[in-house]
């Protein structure tokens, strides 16, 4: 039998449909979420994500702005550009495009943000919450995938999922996720024995390894869900995932497709930040 493949359209419709509604109840308390977007030099998959994110932004009711610095921008002036960010009113959101040029702090910056306005949940403060259990931002992508399964009807507790991938910004917050949902968790990384043995224990796959079409059918648990964050650009310019979707597509149950799922979805969470630290600041 096919796997389904998941309908990431049908998702971030639903999902953007409602955080329209609430930005525009939002704004009827005199409050219009914003979002401000900084990107540093000229990586061309970088530019499409900003441009993406800004034109989600305005898709939904909310105000944004993107700052577009040149790759040799000191330090100094992008730390000076976040703290103008966190005094202005207008900006709830506030998120730095990675990867930045290597004479740039990705720490310094990630902790000159607000708490309050780090729309990606990258700052430590934020990354603390999150492991014990209090409020704040999600973390867009893991959130995003913990959303994908939700709508699918899966039910998470007690389920064995398998991350691949370590990275701070997927792999750990998405198996903090996935535990709090009562999932079983193992996270598999480049340095794991035996991946395809684990893997295939998995009635959850999470692949986050950045590596294209990894992924096949001998790490996959006929029946098992597969969720591919990876998007990897090719020699041919095409996009590919981290799974390899047609060897994979008849031993899972469900498939999502790269492009158009977890990309979008990602960007769905990102303004539901966005939208919450504005709800916050009225508090
Ligand atoms: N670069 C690639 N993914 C992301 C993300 O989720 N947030 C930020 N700030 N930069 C990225």
Redesign the pocket.
Known sequence: MSAQVINGKEITGAYRAQIKEDVAKLAQQGVQPGLAVIIVGEDPA?QV?VRNKAKACEEAGMYSEVHRLEAGVSEKEVLALIEKLNQSPKIHGI?????LPKHISEDKVVEAIAVEKDA?C?HPVNVGNLMIGKEGPAP??PAGVIAILKHIGVELAGKHAVVIGRSN?VGKPMAILLLREHATVTICHSKTANMAEITSQADILIAAVGKPRMIRKEHVKPGAIVIDVGINRLDTGKLAGDVDFDDVLDTASYITPVPGCVGPM?ITILLKNTLDAASRSLK
């Not at 998120?95 to 990867?99: C, N, T």
């Open positions: 970088s994500y998120l730095v495009q990675s990867p990606d990258f867009c992508t910004i990602t």
